[in-house]
């Protein structure tokens, strides 16, 4: 962020981490020179105008604790990064002078220069104090984002919605990747055939709804084809990718019906799937 920010001409002047090493080791990877403190040294932020608490999620309220408890306000207005909390933790900065809000992108950041690029082009949901949503919109339009908001009490039903979206997807895929290594590819490869396949889905989406996106074995309603893949993933005795495989198959049928053509088949698929799975449970 503090690398997506400076692109855009922000002034970044100080980075904080828990330990001051770490601070500096972030500065250095984006190339900033800024003060870099410890978690101990917060009596020493510079005033600013936007503070931004980009900790993790079970760090913030301490954090928020900490900086409140400082003489006095080192911003006008303080946002947190949490996709699933609200704005409402920062309250006690709130009686401190400060605005509260939460800005969140919903960007997959893994690496630091690739992850300031996906900054600079992707939603923010924002929420909070209503001089803290107009400053986040501001940042968001310098990044080149967009934003949307949401009421706070949805927070963590909307993190869940960006979790299955990504992290729960690149752990799907791992599991893709064990289920063909089985098959005698090492991974490397595994990842070569798969990841073809997962970049036309993503296109496909880009275009078209979820339902004629969906391709294969469940939109066809192919009964004998399922049958055989849950004889062969019961013989890897997996239960979690076999719960998996149940879980999205059922999603599935329900995206071809939404199609509005009959599947073949789909209340007999609907059964095996749950009889496969239960039989692994009492195997189990």
């Known amino acids: 962020m503090a690398l997506a920010l400076d692109a855009c001409g922000y002034d970044v002047r100080a980075l904080v981490s828990r330990e001051a090493s770490g601070a500096r080791r972030a500065a250095a990877r984006a190339g900033l020179k800024t003060l870099a403190l410890g978690a101990v040294e917060l009596g020493r932020l510079p005033t600013v105008e936007l503070l931004f608490l980009a900790t993790p999620d079970d760090a913030l309220g301490e954090t928020v604790e900490r900086i409140a408890s400082l003489p006095d306000a080192r911003a006008r207005v303080a946002l947190h990064t949490s996709g699933a909390l609200s704005s409402e933790?920062?309250?006690?900065?709130?009686?401190?002078?400060?605005?509260?809000?939460?800005?969140?992108?919903?960007?997959?950041?893994?690496?630091?220069?690739?992850?300031?690029?996906?900054?600079?082009?992707?939603?923010?949901?924002?929420?909070?104090?209503?001089?803290?949503?107009?400053?986040?919109?501001?940042?968001?339009?310098?990044?080149?984002?967009?934003?949307?908001?949401?009421?706070?009490?949805?927070k963590a039903l909307y993190h869940a919605a960006a979790v299955l979206t990504a992290g729960h997807v690149v752990a799907l895929f791992d599991t893709a990747l064990d289920t063909l290594r089985r098959c005698g590819l090492n991974e490397r490869r595994a990842r070569?055939?798969?990841?073809?396949?997962?970049?036309?889905t993503v296109e496909n989406l880009s275009t078209q709804t979820p339902e004629r996106a969906l391709t294969g074995t469940f939109a066809r309603g192919d009964l004998k084809t399922v049958l055989n893949h849950l004889r062969a993933l019961q013989k890897g005795r997996d239960e979690a990718t076999l719960a998996a495989y149940v879980a999205l198959g059922e999603r599935s049928l329900g995206l071809?019906?939404?199609?509005?053509?009959?599947?073949?088949?789909?209340?007999?698929?609907?059964?095996?799937?749950?009889?496969?799975?239960?039989?692994a449970r009492v195997k189990g």
């Open 192 to 200: 070569e055939v798969l990841l073809p396949l997962l970049r036309g």
């Open 256 to 279: 071809a019906a939404r199609r509005g053509r009959a599947v073949p088949s789909a209340e007999e698929i609907r059964r095996v799937l749950r009889r496969a799975l239960g039989a």
């Open 89 to 154: 933790l920062l309250a006690p900065l709130r009686g401190r002078g400060y605005r509260i809000g939460s800005m969140h992108p919903l960007a997959a950041v893994s690496e630091t220069r690739a992850g300031a690029r996906s900054l600079r082009r992707a939603f923010y949901c924002v929420e909070g104090d209503a001089r803290a949503v107009r400053d986040a919109r501001r940042v968001v339009r310098d990044l080149g984002g967009r934003s949307f908001t949401i009421a706070p009490e949805d």
